[in-house]
T-cell receptor, first 112, second 113 residues
């Protein structure tokens, strides 16, 4: 069964600090996605990681994928208040029954 | 610009009523999805479709149905609404080929009394 776990579930951090969100998944997958959701809003795509060792960066966010460890990380550098949101990872598996499973999300609050 | 829309944005209904939530996309994507989002559960897949006349059950499909008569629309029907179906519903679409990033609609908040 494909399971996706994120940690931490809640993260409160000071502006200017660094932190990492972890996404573990249980079975083989060759693609992992990160999404952002602002309160009361829809989800928007941040990154798509398609191969082992893939690294994507945009602004203060950097995502990486280790398919052997079944782990993706979302690293936040020098956090600012505008990054406050809920971040979801998602994993897709096409072999057999199609599955696109989201993690439970990490609610990030950046304090001024 | 291409987009994905949902209607209504908010709906209050009574237990036992049939409810249909609309989803319309102009991306010309073959893949469309319905999710529900509840606190503590993240997003859970209800139904999905790979193309016209194709529909598939997701992990929480009981009590829901979909039909796909054209590329643009995937309406979600609650046959007999239950209080447990109170949730926020998101529709999404994606291309058939990698990367199949999903593009989400604005969501429908459904309350079943």
């Amino acid at each position: 069964e494909l399971k996706v776990e994120q940690n931490p579930l809640f993260l409160s951090m000071q502006e200017g600090k660094n932190y990492t969100i972890y996404c573990n998944y249980s079975t083989t997958s060759d693609r992992l996605y990160w999404y952002r959701q602002d309160p009361g809003k829809s989800l928007e795509s941040l990154f798509v990681l398609l191969s082992n060792g893939a690294v994507k960066q945009e602004g203060r966010l950097m995502a990486s994928l280790d398919t052997k460890a079944r782990l993706s990380t979302l690293h936040i550098t020098a956090a600012v208040h505008d990054l406050s949101a809920t971040y979801f990872c998602a994993v897709a598996r096409v072999a057999g029954t199609y599955k696109y499973i989201f993690g439970t999300g990490t609610r990030l609050k950046v304090l001024a | 610009d291409a987009e994905i829309t949902q209607s209504p944005r908010h709906k209050i209904t009574e237990t036992g009523r049939q409810v249909t939530l609309a989803c319309h996309q102009t991306w010309n994507h073959n893949n469309m999805f319905w999710y529900r989002q509840d606190l503590g559960h993240g997003l859970r897949l209800i139904h999905y479709s790979y193309g016209v006349q194709d529909t598939n059950k997701g992990e929480v499909s009981d009590g829901y149905s979909v039909s796909r008569s054209n590329t643009e629309d995937l309406p979600l029907t609650l046959e007999s609404a239950a209080s447990s179906q109170t949730s926020v519903y998101f529709c999404a679409s994606s291309e058939s080929t990698r990367p199949d990033t999903q593009y989400f609609g604005p969501g429908t908040r459904l309350t079943v009394l």
